[in-house]
């Protein structure tokens, strides 16, 4: 009897699956959390293991790299007492990659930024204008070309201090990722504050739609149609704060000691790798368009999408297909080519 009623439930599915023309649809597992100082919204389908332990992954990472808490090994390196220290071999990776990123984009990206960063008040949220004796005072400190890194071993200047905030949540992302496939996992959408990290396709086999923030409304500007890529933004519009009728936001110049101003409200950078999205999106905004866009022409391994303080949109030859501007956008769009 068991084995009729098991015979006609697996003919009802085959007979479900050839009227609807699909297979059952996995089910999402949602994992919503606060980590690196951001919301983060994970859907895993398939494996509800699998998405707690890419959220335990991400929140681990975490610990090991807040600048402000206490007992991460960021806060130890920042607080040493010797000139050199020994990294965990997690931190020694993303160190090497942060220092590869600042080299190619030649310092608009900084991991040393963080004195200029903390006197802005951005990761205490104490914001303040800095004097300009006291940006001149930090900004020797801020130089890429000075941690020296053997192995695992880190020989900082006295006073130079690390900040991974332009690349963590990007790095998490990839490790998420990793975790994730490691598990077999072949459709998730990790959302790490404003990084999106995408896993194959949609269960259905679509796109996954990722929608790029209007700075200058609530709503969308557009979306990009990706599988398998990251899509990371930093714009002005993020994170700021005003004093004196001017407003002041969480992109530093490390030339300046300043928020860049370089003309763009908005960098979307899209490609297989969070940390070279995430890092390359803040370099590129320090940049502007047209720096930017030369970097891009250089190496090609991404797509990018600019939004101008004029309002006008650039994205560059490889999204010509896959972007689209929301139809209540009425601005100006380029292709880089
Ligand atoms: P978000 O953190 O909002 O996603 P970003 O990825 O652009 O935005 O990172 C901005 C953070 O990175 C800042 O809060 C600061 O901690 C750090 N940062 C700011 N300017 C730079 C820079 N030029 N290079 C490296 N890190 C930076
Ligand atoms: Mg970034």
Request: aromatic residues 8%; glycine residues 8%; negative net charge.
């Amino acid at each position: 009897m068991a084995r009729l009623i098991c015979r006609l439930g697996s003919a009802l599915l085959i007979l479900s699956v050839f009227l609807t023309g699909c297979a059952p649809k996995p089910t999402p597992h949602e994992q919503r959390f606060v980590a690196m100082d951001t919301y983060m919204h994970f859907t895993v389908y398939g494996d509800s293991s699998a998405a707690v332990q890419a959220q335990e992954e991400v929140q681990q990472l975490d610990q090991l790299l807040s600048v402000t808490d206490e007992s991460s090994e960021v806060y130890a390196v920042n607080h040493r007492a010797a000139q050199t220290c020994d990294l965990s071999p997690e931190l020694t990776a993303l160190l090497e990659q942060a220092l590869i990123l600042a080299r190619q984009t030649q310092g608009a990206f900084d991991p040393t930024v963080y004195p200029v960063v903390r006197a802005w008040g951005f990761t205490t949220e104490r914001y303040q204008v800095p004097e300009q004796e006291e940006l001149d005072r930090l900004l020797p400190l801020v130089d890429h070309t000075a941690p020296l890194l053997n192995e695992n071993s880190l020989a900082l200047p006295p006073d130079m201090q690390l900040d991974f905030g332009g690349i963590a949540k990007g790095w998490a992302g990839d490790r998420a990722a990793q975790l994730l496939r490691g598990k077999g996992v072949t459709s998730a959408i990790l959302r790490l504050g404003g990084n999106i990290h995408t896993i194959g396709t949609k269960p259905d086999g679509s796109l996954w739609n990722i929608g790029i923030d209007d700075p200058d409304s609530d709503d969308a500007l557009g979306t990009v149609a990706v599988s398998d890529l990251a899509v990371v933004t930093s714009g002005s519009y993020q994170r700021f704060f005003t004093s004196n009728g001017q407003t002041y936001h969480h992109i530093i110049d490390p030339a300046t000691g300043r928020p860049a101003a370089s003309g763009l409200t908005s960098v979307t950078v899209v490609g297989k790798y969070g940390a070279r999205c995430d890092a390359l999106s803040t370099a590129l905004f320090v940049m502007g368009l047209e720096d930017a866009a030369r970097f891009w022409r250089e190496h090609r391994d991404f797509e990018a999408v600019f939004i101008s303080e004029d309002g006008s949109v650039s994205v560059t030859a490889g999204l010509e297909d896959s972007f689209t501007l929301s139809p209540s956008q009425n601005r100006k769009l380029e292709v880089l080519t």
